[in-house]
């Protein structure tokens, strides 16, 4: 047999006879294979290539054409997703028929109606499909699971809607629709939609998007419509979708160098930490494997074993434990991932078949060997150079110290601060993240060190804290990596978590409305003054006892509709800005209280601006612009005034003021301090006035702090409690000798779990606190790149306290508790007479 074979064996057997270290290694070793297993399964089952979902989007149609709005200019580009649009009022597109759409497609071709909006019953909106599915050409598009599919004057519903056959659905201003039959969507099992061959469908308004909402049609050609007929069908106003074009697409360009070399940095960066983390939580169970094997391989050793023998055996069992791992972690994962994607889509999202991304799983399968092997190095290297004589004997081995490492790693640490400060200027966090790798390191490298300084200081503390101390300091080969974990992990969550909520407060910060948080506006579009007159009736009758503040348009001699607007800069970067047009109603509504300074001001004819860094010598600088008049520049006296809330800017304009400009006002808005009850209908009762209507309500900035940073601390405190244990774990065996001459001379049992709950509080706080140090200054780097928007915008820093406070305590209080409540029997100890 082999040296190889036989040291697997022997690894097999250890782990076999310590199962309870081997599923602690195994969990430590799993645990990232099994969450990133699993979400990359998840992401290719609930990705839906235009492959898979061809039927879904032509059903048996060769193409499918939507109608683009009138006045609307399309410019498709390859692969059938881009599109833009530029508006024109003097070209108009027509509105064209199935006749007209057949034409154009050439001759033999057949088209059917596939038109996609809304139905309004009440206050509620549900997605529709007009076409009829018994047409051979929607086959696939939909699959039918009870009832039938429906005819004139039906529909079938999708699962999520909760409707069933014989249920009536009740559009506004139509005939009642029968529900006859339940068809699902192959992808989408959350989509609520009801599909029928003659809906009434909602006015879309500004809802149009060739993938969303539209007239369309399904189209059976005689020959593919390939991207070569793209642009004429444009030119006539058509959006596109073949059968050809998505199974051949064109090339896809290159990603750019700047953009390959930051995802390759990226990538890298966090296979690097992750791997660093996962070593560094399994080293202290290996070695606790070592402690316990230090006899054996001794007895090997002294029957002829060489030092690559030894080296061979311990990194059998990093092979042995991290290879069950993988396989086992790869295979959970794989499984939660395809299970959990049905669950998922349920609640919202596509489902694809199920697929497994299996280069990418490998990868990481082969990322968790490697680490169950790098984590069984140090415990090997040790293992071969152990003395067989002081073993046998019974003496622990000296420690030995590498001068050289507390040098090297501070000139890491020192080199990967420098590149931190040059790459915070950089656009993309993924620098700082890179350059964190190094700073790790070089910290890892320093542990040692840094536990061999604290030994000083403990001769201040209570006896059990002491000897806990001590024994970690004296025996720091074993402390140190156990705390580099606890540093590594609580860095990573530190520097997330600083990063992170840096970019949510200047999110908040930089949210600004011209209106204050509960005002209700009510704009109308181009419209006469008899039809404004009715629709200022009816907001009153629909609103009453609700104060109503005016609103003004500024038109030209032409009656051309102007907007007056300026420039301003708002949390460092540049926001456009619509001034407003009104009176003291309305200045009142704006500020939230009676300002006499504003209100004299305004009343004087000068424009009251609530965006200081807009006014400048007392003029404000206005450009008038129109989509049929040439424009205009204008500079008004203006005041600075408060506005109602922080998040506020804009400014108002007296009608004196404009109309001294040349224009002329007309009452177009509507304001009041009014939130419209859930569900309210008051959009749809002034629709019915005039469809050029717009209803919106201020609510302010609604974004919470993202929750999965707890989610972050959850995990962190998983893996660290877990570490500490298992470093807790090992030093409770080597400090046997110290914990039965305690009990001999009569320590109580208390006092011995102090002693070991000691060495999880000193592992535990040493590295959080270095974990803090490096996390912090990670985590502020990180902020600049994520939080500004050009050389000229500061960066928002703000540290979650809370967070970062329960990053660094919490975790060294929950292992202390667990290493408090961990059974300690007294230690039989055998001695010599």
């Known amino acids: ?112 109606p596939f038109s996609t909006g809304v139905l309004r ?72 939609m009801v599909v029928g061959p003659d809906l009434p469908l909602a006015p879309l308004d500004d809802m149009w998007s060739p993938l969303g909402y539209g007239a369309g049609w399904l189209a059976d050609t005689a020959r593919p419509v390939s991207w070569a007929d793209v642009p004429t069908l444009n030119a006539a106003g058509m959006f596109v979708t073949s059968r050809t074009m998505l199974t051949s697409p064109p090339t896809a360009p290159t990603r750019g160098s700047a953009a390959e070399v930051q995802y390759t940095v990226g990538i890298g960066a966090m296979v690097i930490m992750v791997g660093l983390e996962v070593v560094l939580l399994a080293g202290p169970a290996f070695a606790v494997g070592l402690r316990r094997r230090r006899r054996e391989l001794a007895e090997i050793a002294a029957q002829g074993g060489s030092a690559a023998h030894l080296r061979t055996i311990v990194l059998a069992d990093g092979l042995i434990l991290g290879g069950a791992a993988t396989v086992v972690a790869a295979a959970l994962g794989i499984a939660a991932g395809t299970l959990s994607a049905p669950v998922l889509a349920r609640w919202g999202g596509w489902l694809g078949p199920p697929d497994i991304p299996w280069p990418p799983i490998a990868c990481v399968a082969a990322l968790g060997l490697f680490a169950g092997l790098a984590a069984a190095v140090a415990p090997a290297v040790q293992a071969a150079r152990q003395n067989t004589a002081t073993v046998l004997a019974g003496r622990a081995p000296a420690a030995a110290d590498r001068p050289g490492w507390p040098l090297a790693g501070a000139t890491l640490v020192l080199a990967g601060l420098g590149a931190t400060v040059v790459a915070r200027r950089q656009t993309a966090p993924v620098w700082v993240l890179g350059c964190a790798v190094p700073v790790l390191f070089g910290l890892v490298m320093m542990t040692p060190w840094l536990v061999g300084r604290t030994g000083g200081p403990a001769a201040r503390l209570r006896l059990p804290l002491r000897v806990a101390v001590r024994d970690a300091v004296r025996n720091r080969t074993r402390t140190a990596s156990a705390v580099a974990a606890v540093m590594a992990v609580t860095a990573t969550v530190v520097a997330v978590g600083i990063g992170t909520h840096s970019e949510y407060i200047d999110r908040r910060d930089a949210y600004t409305s011209a209106r204050p948080t509960g005002m209700l506006a009510i704009w109308a579009g181009p419209i006469g003054d008899p039809a404004w007159n009715r629709l200022r009736a009816e907001t009153v009758l629909r609103l009453p006892g609700v104060p109503l503040a005016s609103g003004y348009q500024a038109r030209d001699a032409q009656g051309r509709r102007y907007a007056l607007r300026y420039t301003t800069r708002w949390n460092g970067t540049r926001t456009r800005r619509t001034a ?254």
């Open 1 to 112: 047999m082999s040296a190889t074979a036989a040291a697997l064996r022997i690894a097999r057997r250890t782990a076999w006879r310590s199962r309870g270290r081997s599923a602690l290694i195994m969990v430590m070793i799993g645990l990232p294979v099994l969450v990133i297993t699993a979400v990359l399964t998840l992401t290719e089952t609930m990705t839906v290539t235009s492959t898979e979902g061809l039927a879904a989007e032509l059903g048996a149609a060769d193409a499918r054409l939507v109608q683009v709005p009138e006045g609307t200019v399309l410019h498709q580009q390859p692969g059938g997703a881009n599109w833009s649009t530029g508006g024109d009022t003097a070209a108009t597109t027509p509105r064209r028929g199935a006749a007209e759409v057949a034409a154009l497609l050439g001759p033999g071709a057949r088209v059917i």
């Open 580 to 833: 407003a047009i009104g009176d003291q109603a309305l200045l009142r509504l704006l500020q939230g209280r009676h300002d006499p300074q504003a209100a004299a001001a305004l009343a004087s004819g000068r424009a009251v601006v609530f965006d200081a860094a807009a006014v400048r010598d007392g003029r404000l600088t206005l450009r008038a612009s129109s989509t049929s008049g040439p424009p205009r520049t204008l500079e008004v006296p203006a005041v600075t005034a408060t506005p109602a809330d922080a998040h506020q800017g804009g400014a108002l304009l007296p009608r004196a003021l404009v109309e001294q400009a040349g224009f002329s006002t007309a009452e177009r808005q509507l304001y009041a301090m009014h939130r419209p009850p859930a569900g309210s209908a008051l959009w749809r009762d002034l629709a019915r006035v005039t469809s050029r209507v717009t209803v919106a309500s201020e609510e302010g900035y609604r974004n919470v702090p993202d929750p999965g940073l707890w989610g972050w601390l959850v995990g962190a405190s998983i893996l660290v409690v877990g570490g500490t244990l298992a470093a807790t774990r090992l030093a409770a065996a080597d400090m046997r000798p110290e914990r039965a001459a305690m009990a001999a001379i009569g320590a109580p049992p208390g006092t011995l779990r102090m002693v070991v709950a000691g060495q999880a509080l000193y592992i535990s706080v040493l590295g959080a606190l270095v974990g803090l140090a490096a996390g912090t200054v990670t985590g502020v780097a990180l902020s600049r790149p994520m939080t500004t928007h050009g050389a000229a915008d500061p960066a928002t820093i703000a540290i979650p306290w809370p967070f970062v406070i329960a990053a660094v305590a919490g975790p060294p209080i929950l292992a202390t508790v667990a290493a408090l409540i961990t059974r300690t029997r007294p230690p039989l100890t055998r001695r010599l007479l």
């Open 121 to 192: 019953i009440g206050a509620e909106r549900i997605d529709a499909t007009e076409t009829d599915l018994r047409d051979p050409l929607t086959r696939g598009t939909l699959t039918l699971s009870e009832g039938r599919f429906p005819s004139a004057g039906e529909v079938a519903a999708t699962p999520a809607s909760g409707l069933r056959p014989g249920d009536l659905l009740r559009p506004d201003g139509a005939a009642p629709l029968k529900v006859v039959g339940v068809a699902e969507h192959p992808h989408r099992p959350s989509l609520r």
